[in-house]
């Protein structure tokens, strides 16, 4: 795969699998993706161009494919369930696109063709957020504070782990995401730059709090905040700020801020009443959890991770599912059929991670189920 997290790619039809009690479908399985097809169309071995759910199809793609009755609003691929069987994807011939593709793109197993055919990944629209003084000023975003990387949907990947790699998996709830550092400073004051210039050492001045959703820085101590929202109202209620400067200052940097370097955040999910349509998860209140936490630009592995979120943070970590071996019988085990408690409404899947923090071994699996419950729901997408 050139791309891990492509919607649209080329790729080859690894299995034909018969559907019970059906004349004129069956299964056919590209990388990890299940697509019911006509029966007979291709056999394995067939270069095909593969369409995952929720890529965006521009409406000349699809009418050209004759697809768009099959797509959701918006011209988006979906999960559907037919005879019992997922179909998770489109798939369409390679010569289907013989005008557009270069004899050595058509070629190119794994080539992702997003940009090449104007198809793009569903993501909800952002909501819009004012400063606290109702003006708006050009903000700088902190490179210490960077963005929670974007690991692969297993089915693109389907080969990551086998028997012998320790893993952690745990529960993707449907939420917002959120992150919070203390991380050195983008821009200093005039004092501190007066300091740097005489030669004094900045010390804990050099470093601010930070916070922000998964995108979008949302302020600093140095830039200024937003009006409130669920990320401030998270900050407060776990008292975020203070937790971390008692960890950088007392835990991680044996009260040394050279030994922090770039710093230190928390990336997590918040989750509850108001976050995410029927998704409230039985609560009242907002809520919050870490998965992860990087340290001077590198990520903990996951035992270090779990002990800083809970012993020395406070803060609970994400809910720990298994630890142990992979297998797939395992991995099923935690995505099909599994619902939130005393609801009919189906988990979002799960995160997949090596124990060790090699992020290379980090992949989510999303429940067919959900994906089909959020069509028929009209359920924001955060997968």
């Given at each position: 795969m050139e791309n891990l997290n492509s919607v649209c790619f080329i790729s080859q039809i690894n299995e034909v699998k018969p559907i019970e009690n059906s004349d004129n479908i069956e299964l056919a399985i590209v990388n990890g993706w299940n697509c019911v097809v006509k029966k007979n169309l291709y056999k394995v071995g067939d270069l095909v161009v593969c369409m995952t759910t929720d890529a965006v199809l521009p409406k000349e793609v699809a009418d050209m494919l004759e697809v768009t009755s099959y797509l959701r609003s918006g011209n988006r691929v979906r999960t559907v369930k037919l005879?019992?069987?997922?179909?998770?994807?489109?798939?369409?011939?390679?010569?289907?696109?013989?005008n557009t593709l270069s004899a050595y793109d058509s070629m190119h197993v794994?080539?992702?063709?997003?940009?090449?055919?104007?198809?793009?990944?569903?993501?909800?629209?952002?909501?819009?957020?004012?400063?606290?003084?109702?003006?708006?000023?050009?903000?700088?975003?902190n490179p210490n504070f960077p963005i929670y990387y974007k690991f692969p949907n297993i089915k693109?990947?389907?080969?990551?782990?086998?028997?012998?790699?320790?893993?952690?998996?745990?529960?993707?709830?449907?939420?917002?995401?959120?992150?919070y550092g203390i991380v050195k400073k983008n821009k200093l004051s005039i004092w501190s730059k007066i300091k740097k210039f005489l030669g004094f050492s900045l010390g804990w001045d050099a470093y601010e709090f930070v916070v922000g959703s998964h995108n979008v820085e949302k302020g600093s101590e140095s830039q200024g905040f937003y009006d409130r929202n669920v990320w401030f109202d998270i900050a407060d209620k776990y008292q975020i700020k203070d937790r971390l400067w008692n960890v950088v200052k007392n835990k991680v940097s044996s009260c040394q801020p050279e030994d922090l370097g770039s710093g230190l955040v928390i990336y997590g999910e918040i989750y509850g009443k108001g976050i995410q349509k029927n998704y409230e998860?039985?609560?009242?209140?907002?809520?919050?959890?870490?998965?992860?936490?990087?340290?001077d630009k590198k990520y903990l592995n996951m035992t270090s991770a779990k002990y800083m979120a809970e012993d020395c943070l406070g803060i609970s970590y994400a809910e720990v599912l298994y630890t142990g071996f992979y297998s797939e019988e395992i991995k099923n085990t935690y995505v099909f059929n599994n619902f939130i408690?005393?609801?009919?409404?189906?988990?979002?899947?799960?995160?997949?991670?090596?124990?060790?923090?090699?992020r290379h071994k980090v992949a989510k699996v999303i429940?067919?189920?959900?994906?089909?419950?959020?069509e028929k729901h009209n359920i924001g997408d955060s997968h």
């Open positions: 005879r019992n069987t997922y179909s998770e994807c489109l798939v369409t011939p390679l010569y289907a696109f013989s794994g080539k992702d063709l997003m940009s090449i055919l104007g198809i793009y990944k569903y993501d909800p629209p952002a909501k819009m957020l004012r400063l606290s003084n109702g003006k708006t000023k050009k903000y700088h975003e693109n990947k389907p080969n990551i782990y086998d028997s012998t790699d320790y893993v952690e998996i745990t529960r993707k709830i449907h939420g917002t995401n959120a992150r998860y039985g609560l009242d209140d907002i809520m919050f959890f870490i998965f992860d936490i990087e340290l408690n005393n609801t009919k409404v189906p988990h979002e899947g799960i995160v997949i991670k090596a124990i060790n923090g090699d429940n067919p189920d959900y994906l089909i419950y959020g």
